[in-house]
């Protein structure tokens, strides 16, 4: 299973955290886990952001075997976008399927914060204005009001994907319907004429995020997979409406071509006609 691993992952979360996965030190051996901030560019200067968490690499099978390092104390800013572990537990442990770490191909890795407080120029109040979206959704955590409704349907229809907040942490559980949120968010809007490579290449990464996710997407991944796919259909539309334009000018001048050819042959059988009369009356006269 450890082949089908992403060794350089990245997720980000709508409230400014990406997690970072990748292979480690001493020449790969390694699990490394980092947390850094994601967009920094949009902050002012001289922001900091200072903060107290763990990361866990979850035990899908025995829950209890999870690995957790932290409580880390860290203070973001400019200087230091980042901090983690490049050595957090090593491969051949992750990738032993009895472990259970590794389960259907997916690692799953939680982060807890304890203690965040922001320091900075107008910084809280540019974080704040982000909360004023979010509303509660069951008790699942904080989720963007455009995708509640469409939260509320898949949860109507697939009772089971409840079933994640027994097993995950809150932070957790609140990323990961937000990622379903943004996926079928996605194909409600998008139409399958929409599905050019931009769209596609988007969608993927949508599902990427959201397979990492561990809730039971069996009855979704169908949809997603032709949406992708659609790509395919659509050049091949295309392709038909070229070539029967195509066909119809070709039709329409080789209709003038045949029309001309008639011209033609009716032209040269007069010419003929009168040929074989000028030529009888130029024997009756000899």
Known sequence: MAQHMRWHATVEN???RKLRVYRGSQHGQYLG???????????PQGWSVNAADKLTVVNQVFTKDSVTKGDINYMFSTYGIGCGYSSFMELTELQ????GYIWNDTCIVEVEFSQVSYEGPQIEKALGEKDEDLVKFKDLGLIEKALVPLLEEACLWHPSLMDCKQKRSPKFTEWAFTALGRVLQFLKNKKWKDMNENACEELQQLWGELAM??????WLEPLVKSSINMKGY???VEKIKKLKLELMISETGMN????KISDTEQS????????VNAMEDLKRKI
Do not use: C, H, T, W
Request: aromatic share 8%.
């Open 96 to 99: 032993k399927p009895y472990n």
């Open 14 to 16: 709508p409230d400014g």
């Open 268 to 275: 040269v059988e007069k010419i003929r006609k009168e040929l």
């Open 33 to 43: 886990v980092y947390l850094e901030v994601a967009d920094v560019s949009s902050f």
């Open 256 to 259: 003038i071509i045949k029309k």
């Open 234 to 236: 659509a050049d091949k």
């Open 213 to 218: 996710s561990g809730l039971d997407l069996s």
